[in-house]
Every structure is written in structure tokens, then in C-alpha cells.
């Protein structure tokens, strides 16, 4: 079972107590090694306005253990995005990749993906869809566009956008997808090519609860940890933080 870790807390304390947790988790020297300074008790103008529960989750986890056996799909196929999908296949996931270059996906494809030619043809034919974009612009386009996945997204279905967006970004695309009927889940991760390619990102997830209870298998085959953060924007909010402490 999740545990609470924070509930409601004062801001000053959640911005240091749970990015500190996240990035431990990330890198386990930093507890020891690392305090951050805390935050003013007064500053002039709120960092973020956030209040929210933290669930913590480990690929132990009884939810994490059913095999997902759905189709997935796969949006975005650069250094992130293709070991990622790569990873899904070796472990015996039915993926649908889609990439604006297709060259990109003939690597995959020769491992078993399908390959479909829209994001709108991949949507419409996976119970969950994976989008990892390179900016906020991309995301926006890839899932709102012209062809874009919400024209595929229908009751039933799941999309979670793993891109590193800003808040507003995020909750645009939540907005359209909700429209359509469907369930949404931010999840940004914290890692880089190498945790990727080795199955060892952190997974901060926000949206629809259900849906990051079906998907938890597949975080557990892409990640090392998976932390759910409540209302789409909070993950966004959280990735920012993160990187302040990371000093990226």
C-alpha cells in the first residue's frame, strides 16, 4: 500500500521535504551529503502554489506485479523516448510506435513493433498511449494537432505524457483529452539516456488515479520508482523543483 507522506503541507517544507525525497531516490548520496537551504518564510511571491499528498510507489507493489495486457502505444522516438519503447518490447508489451521520422522506428519494428503512421492512428488503435516529446511545443502538437492522438482518444482509453512540459502545457492537453471521454496522467520523468536504456527512471506522476494504477506495470518495466502526486499540474510543478535541486 502507498503511504502518505505529506498532506496539505506548509509549502516551505514541501518543496524541500519531497524534492529532497525524490531526488534521493534519484541519487541515494544526496540525503546524506546534501542540505538545502531552506526556502524564505515570507517571500514576496509564492514559488508554487502547491498542496497535495505524495504516494510513493516501488515495483514490489501488488498493483505492479499484473502484467498489463493491453496495446501500448508509443509517441516520440528520440534518446528517451526509443529506449524507453525498447523496453516495453523486450519485455513482451503489444506496442504501436509512431515517430515524425520514420526511420527512427525500423529499429523497433524489427523487434516487433507495429508501426502506424499518425499519432491519431496509434491513439485509436492502443488501450494506453505513451508520448515523449521533445518540448512543449511538440507535445501540444502531437496530441492536439492535426492528426494529433485526442482524435484517436476515446472512453476507455489512457494517455500519459511523459514529456518535461510546464503546468499549463500539461493541463491543456488533459483538457482535450477528458473531452473525448478518456483518462489522463502527467508523468515526467527524472533520469537521463542511461537510466532509461537500463529501466531506472523516476516516474512523477498527476491526473487520473485509475489510470496510474493500470499503467503502474509499465512504469515498473521503464522506471525504479513511480511517485503519484494528485491533480494534473503537480507533476509538472514537482519536475521543476527536482531540477532546481539537481542543479539542472
Excluded at 35 to 64: E, I, M, N
Excluded at 176 to 186: P, S
Aim: net charge positive.
Amino acid at each position: 500500500m502507498p503511504s502518505t507522506l505529506l498532506a496539505k503541507p506548509n509549502i516551505n517544507n514541501l518543496l524541500s521535504s519531497t524534492a529532497m525525497a525524490l531526488c534521493s531516490a534519484f541519487c541515494p548520496r544526496i540525503s546524506a551529503n546534501f542540505r538545502p537551504k531552506p526556502f524564505s518564510s515570507s517571500p514576496s511571491k509564492p514559488l508554487l502554489s502547491l498542496s497535495f499528498k505524495v504516494f510513493s510507489s516501488q515495483a514490489t507493489d501488488a498493483s505492479s506485479q499484473d502484467k498489463f495486457s493491453g496495446r501500448v502505444g508509443f509517441l516520440g522516438l528520440g534518446i528517451m523516448g526509443s529506449p524507453m519503447a525498447q523496453n516495453l518490447i523486450k519485455a513482451g508489451c503489444d506496442v504501436i510506435v509512431w515517430n515524425r521520422t520514420k526511420s527512427k522506428c525500423d529499429p523497433l519494428i524489427s523487434l516487433g513493433a507495429k508501426y502506424s503512421s499518425s499519432p491519431e492512428e496509434v491513439a485509436a488503435n492502443c488501450d494506453v498511449t505513451f508520448a515523449m516529446l521533445a518540448d512543449p511545443e511538440s507535445a501540444i502538437d502531437v496530441a492536439c494537432g492535426k492528426n494529433g492522438a485526442v482524435s484517436g482518444m476515446g472512453p476507455g482509453k489512457g494517455y500519459v505524457d511523459i514529456s518535461t512540459v510546464d503546468v499549463a502545457t500539461s493541463k491543456l492537453i488533459n483538457e482535450h483529452i477528458k473531452a473525448r471521454g478518456a483518462l489522463f496522467l502527467e508523468a515526467p520523468v527524472s533520469g537521463s539516456k542511461k537510466p532509461a536504456e537500463d529501466g531506472q527512471l523516476i516516474f512523477l506522476t498527476a491526473g487520473d488515479r485509475s489510470l496510474y494504477e493500470l499503467v503502474s506495470p509499465l512504469l515498473d518495466i521503464l522506471g525504479k520508482s513511480r511517485f503519484y502526486l494528485g491533480e494534473v499540474g503537480n507533476g509538472a510543478a514537482m519536475k521543476l523543483v527536482v531540477n532546481m535541486i539537481m542543479g539542472r
